[in-house]
């Protein structure tokens, strides 16, 4: 997988190489990254002096090489310019004036850093990244290249990472800085990758948002100067998720060179894109610089996220596909990480904070008798909490609604044979509460100021450790009465009022820790993440929690885009989709219930209704749909996922699912606005085994795969809006 051969270092996965270079003078180039090339003696493609671009006057390395004599300047006058070169990991300040990878501020204020190879290990396996999420690998899957560069001026070493899988075309990168100097330092910015792509024309995709409308896919041409995606907001976001795609411009779904940048990590982040004058495109993700300053004491570490690369030389379903593998693989991982997840019905649109023992209890019979496996009780059921004003951080119930208090309601629902499961959010401190009126000095503040409120509530200092070990404390008491078996651990504001520019990392190493704890101690537990819906839908999350609501709009239209543009980064298994009512309570409008159930398929299915409100005939429906989900769940939670069509490219979108021996496959087909006197629709599926016939559940209909794919499967829509088809095919 790694191996060194005169000063080029190579890395290869199943299918990719990624090479590096360093020159005499210590400088360390990126090469290639790319389809899988061979083993050869690879030359930097540029290496020599231009007008205004700095040189290493004391670098003869390059002016006594023949082919870089720019032959206009003096001979001692020439040397090495990096401002031209590809590099791997750029510092501010001498010989590159683009966009640096890392600035550090020094003592008397300046801020160049100069960093030049020094040794480099190999290891087997992935190491544990220390406080912080990462993928994980073992010693025969996995192998770990570790180069140290370092500034023999201002004393800093910096260790690159980069752990390259037998398997997979991912690779892991990460870094670690250490100042070895006699003085502090700050690090102003500390980025996880940077990656010099050479020439061509290149587009870059995001998945931008906001509540209610997350991670909708966002493409652009990247052009000269500097592109930006990021989030400030305390959290990974609603409105820019941490992944990014770099890609060919003749890219599409089944074509082209793509790069996929997801960085694990929950707090500020940026995404920087930036084509210089030479057409080289410079793309680096991290911790956003802008919000972020860190001291480094004497011989103290600062260690970067870990930003999880992928490539495809086959188009964006392929990059997806191959993310998908390596998040289930390689990631995700504890009890639930490969294991069906009960279908539940949460309480939150079916009565909102208007519940009580009896009324849930009756929610609880009325889902068991339609199949559903688990009740959840969202947000109500503590301190007295009957609207959002009140009560975060009193974890304990109320007795006005749950007289028995949380240990009789779970026992009495698991008597029903349904699993139980709440909603907390532990992170959170109401200013009416009484964790709030015995410690108003825990919410994150700066002295002299009131922080800024949202929904009521401020943000609890996860960075003291005092603060840590009582949500550690007041959430295993919880999970701790017997029968709860499900956490939705929500969050639902930003961070404001952060006393420095280190704090929100601070934070997130804190709120890490508390996670890691809590799934240690508790790892039976399903732990569902959320914030405000998909406000925090980044793989750092993932690590503890192996499912996410990604959006509280669960209407089967809005869900066709947010649960698309997911997909582009994560594997189903990692999205919670709900069946809710009509009108939808967000967008108010009226599909029927089969897209509802059949969008919702697409993800770890559930309800969020009241089943008393339905009619009959919807009540029989949902029991079909329950029968098909649980059909249908290992395939979606495993299968290969593939985006036929899609709803930002017009009025129809198709999905599909292959189990990975090809031999099963669900297809949902889904048309937005009737077409009048449509034109003939045909789907030609993916992924299936040409040679095999596959039989369609519940019909005597039998396909041939090579007819599925090659000739397609014709759909007959109806006139109507919201049409949608769901097939199971099975070979058998
Ligand atoms: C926001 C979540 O996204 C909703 O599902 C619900 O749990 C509410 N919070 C409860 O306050």
């Known amino acids: 997988m790694i191996t060194i051969h005169d000063n080029l270092f190579f890395l290869h996965g199943k299918d990719m190489s990624y090479i590096m270079k360093k ?30 671009s700095a040189a ?29 070169a590809p590099q791997e990991y750029p510092s501010y300040g001498r010989f590159d004036l683009r966009t640096p990878a890392i600035e550090i501020e020094y003592g008397d204020g300046n801020r160049i850093t100069d960093l030049r190879y020094d040794s480099h290990e190999i290891i087997s396996g992935k190491p544990e990244l220390p406080g912080l999420p990462a993928a994980y690998g073992k010693e025969n899957e996995a192998q770990t290249l570790r180069i140290t560069l370092k500034d023999m001026v201002a ?11 037998e398997q997979h075309n991912n690779i892991c990168r990460n870094v670690r800085i250490q100042n070895q100097g006699k003085e ?74 793509c790069y996929g940048f997801s960085l694990v990590y929950s707090g500020n982040h940026s995404a920087i894109i930036e084509k210089d004058q030479y057409d080289i495109t410079r793309a680096q993700m991290g911790i956003h610089p802008n919000t972020f300053a860190w001291e480094l004491k004497p011989d103290d570490w600062f260690q970067t996220p870990e930003c999880i690369l992928a490539f495809s030389s086959q188009g964006l379903n392929s990059l997806s596909q191959s993310y998908h593998d390596f998040f289930r693989e390689h990631f995700l991982h504890g009890y639930w990480s490969k294991r069906d997840r009960p279908i539940l019905l949460n309480s939150w649109e079916a009565s909102y904070f208007d519940y009580n023992e009896e009324t849930l209890l009756t929610l609880a019979e009325k889902s068991k008798a339609l199949g559903i496996e688990m009740l959840v009780m969202d947000d109500g059921w503590f301190g007295k ?23 009789r309601l779970a026992a009495k629902v698991n008597d029903l044979g349904l699993g139980f499961g709440l909603w907390m959010e532990p992170e959170m401190v109401s200013p009416d509460s009484e964790l709030y009126r015995t410690h108003p000095d825990w919410a994150v503040q700066v002295p002299g100021r009131t ?48 006393p420095d520019s280190g704090y929100n990392h601070r934070y997130i190493l804190g709120l890490y820790r508390v996670l890691e704890q809590l799934t240690r101690r508790f790892p039976k537990v399903l732990f569902e993440s959320c914030s405000g819906g998909g406000g925090r839908m980044d793989p750092g999350i993932l690590y503890y ?18 649960q698309e543009g997911t997909s582009y980064a994560y594997p189903l298994p990692c999205m919670t989709a709900h069946v809710s009512a009509v009108p939808n309570h967000q967008t108010g409008r009226i599909t ?36 098909t989900a649980k059909r249908l769940r290992t395939l979606m939670r495993s299968g290969d996922f593939y985006r036929i069509a899609s709803p930002y490219a017009g009025n129809d979108c198709a999905w599909q699912v292959v189990s990975k021996d090809k031999r099963e496959t669900v297809l949902l087909f889904a048309r937005i606005l009737s077409v009048p006197n449509p034109n003939v629709t045909t789907v030609k599926l993916k992924g299936l085994l040409p040679g095999e016939n596959y039989h369609e559940s519940g019909s005597q209909r039998i396909y041939g795969g090579d007819e599925l794919m090659y000739m397609g499967i014709h759909i007959e829509t109806g006139a109507q809006d919201y049409f949608s088809i769901l097939k199971h095919l099975i070979v058998n």
């Open 23 to 52: 020159d005499e003078a210590g400088y360390l180039y990126h090469l290639y990254y790319g389809k899988r090339l061979g083993q050869r003696e690879y030359q930097i493609p540029v290496n020599y002096l231009r007008g205004f």
């Open 592 to 627: 029927p219930l089969s897209i509802r159930g059949h969008v919702a398929q697409f993800g770890m299915f559930g309800y969020e209704l009241n089943p008393d409100d339905l009619p009959e005939s919807e009540k029989i429906e949902i029991v079909q749909q329950i029968e």
């Open 155 to 165: 004393k800093i070493t910096v260790i690159l990472s980069y752990t390259v899988y």
């Open 56 to 84: 290493d006057i004391n670098d003869k390395t390059v002016r006594d090489t023949p082919n870089n004599d720019v032959g206009w300047l003096p001979k001692d006058e020439q040397g090495k310019s990096l401002d031209e």
């Open 545 to 562: 929690m192996p499912q996410t609501w990604i959006s509280d709009n669960s209407d089967a239209i809005e869900r066709l885009y947010i």
């Open 385 to 407: 909490r009957d609207d959002d004003h009140s009560s975060l951080g009193d974890w304990y119930a109320n007795k006005k609604k749950l007289p028995g208090g949380l240990s």
């Open 451 to 498: 922080p800024a409120i949202t929904r009521w509530q401020y943000v609890l200092d996860l960075s003291r450790t005092e603060i840590q070990d009582y949500i550690i404390d007041a959430v295993s008491e919880v999970l701790s009465v017997p029968g709860i078996s499900y956490l939705k651990w929500d969050m639902n504001r930003h961070m404001t009022d952060m």
């Open 184 to 257: 502090a330092v700050i690090l102003r910015r500390a980025l996880s990758v940077n990656i010099d792509f050479a020439g061509g024309d290149r587009d870059v995709i995001s998945f931008p948002g906001s509540w209610a409308r997350e991670r909708h896919t966002n493409r652009q041409r990247i052009h000269h100067g500097i592109q930006e995606f990021s989030c400030a907001r305390g959290a990974s976001g609603h409105q820019m998720n941490p992944f990014i795609i770099v890609c060919d411009t003749a890219s599409n779904e089944d074509y082209g060179n």
